[in-house]
C-alpha cells in the first residue's frame, strides 16, 4: 500500500494562476479531507468528502474547490491563486467515524508570489 | 463549533526525563474523540495517541499516556523517559463521533529535547 500520495510536493504560484494539488488513497477509505497548514499554526479544515460523490465545506473553504468522482481521488483546485494561499497542503483519509485514524499524505508546499 | 487549545507553544526537556504537553478543548457534545498526533521537521503527521470520551480510563501506547479529563475538557500528553527523536512538533486533535471527516487541531507544541 502506498498510502495517502500528494503531489506536487512542492509548487510556486504567480497570483491569479489556477492550479489543481492531487489526492489519492489506496486504502479503500471513504473520508477524505484537505487541511492546510500555516506557519505556527495547527491544521485547518478547508474541504471534506465523506464518500465517492459527496462533499463538503470545512472551516476555510474560500478560493478552493473539490470534487470526489472516484473513492480513491480527491483534488483540490486553486481557482485564482492569491498570496494568502502560501501554505502547507495536506490530505487525509479514514475508513470511518470516530476513533479511526486519519492517515495524511506527505503534504504539498505551496508558495504564492 | 469545536475548538482546542494549545497553551504551550514550545516546552523542552532532559533525555531520559517526563515531559507534559496541555491540551483545552471547547465542545457541547458528549461523544467524541481526542488525538495526539506527532509532526516531525519532515512534516509528516504521526498518530501517537487516541482517546474515546466514553472511556474513563487514560489511553496508554508504551512512553506515551493521556491525563484525560472530561469534565475539565482537559487532555494532557505524558511522554516518558524522553528520547532525542521524540523532538517534534506536537498537536492535540478534536473529532465529534458522527463525523470522521472532520478534525479540529490545535495550534501545536514544539518539543525539544536536549541530550
Known amino acids: 500500500n502506498a498510502g495517502v500520495t500528494q503531489t506536487p510536493k512542492f509548487q510556486v504560484l504567480k497570483t491569479g494562476q489556477s492550479m489543481t494539488l492531487q489526492c489519492a488513497q489506496d486504502?479503500?477509505?471513504?473520508?477524505m479531507s484537505w487541511y492546510r497548514q500555516d506557519p505556527g499554526m495547527g491544521l485547518r479544515l478547508i474541504h471534506y468528502?465523506?464518500?465517492?460523490?459527496?462533499?463538503d465545506q470545512g472551516e476555510v473553504p474560500n478560493g478552493y474547490n473539490v470534487s470526489r468522482s472516484t473513492t480513491e481521488d480527491f483534488p483540490l483546485r486553486l481557482l485564482s491563486a492569491a498570496p494568502s494561499q502560501t501554505s502547507v497542503y495536506f490530505c487525509a483519509s479514514n475508513s470511518g467515524p470516530g476513533r479511526y485514524e486519519q492517515y495524511f499524505g506527505p503534504g504539498t508546499r505551496l508558495t504564492v508570489t | 463549533a469545536q475548538t482546542v487549545t494549545q497553551s504551550q507553544p514550545e516546552m523542552s526537556v532532559q533525555e531520559a526525563e517526563t515531559v507534559t504537553l496541555s491540551c483545552t478543548y471547547d465542545?457541547?457534545?458528549?461523544?467524541?474523540?481526542l488525538f495526539w498526533y506527532k509532526q516531525p521537521p519532515s512534516r509528516q503527521m504521526i498518530l501517537v495517541i487516541r482517546?474515546?470520551?466514553?472511556?474513563?480510563q487514560n489511553a496508554t501506547e508504551n512512553r506515551f499516556s493521556v491525563n484525560f479529563q472530561k469534565a475539565a475538557k482537559s487532555f494532557s500528553l505524558k511522554i516518558s523517559d524522553s528520547q532525542l527523536g521524540d523532538a517534534a512538533m506536537y498537536f492535540c486533535a478534536y473529532r465529534s463521533m458522527g463525523n470522521a471527516g472532520k478534525s479540529t487541531f490545535g495550534d501545536g507544541t514544539t518539543l525539544t529535547v536536549k541530550p
Open positions: 486504502m479503500n477509505h471513504e473520508y
Open positions: 482517546q474515546e470520551a466514553y472511556k474513563q
Open positions: 465542545t457541547s457534545e458528549s461523544d467524541y474523540y
Open positions: 468528502s465523506v464518500g465517492a460523490g459527496i462533499t
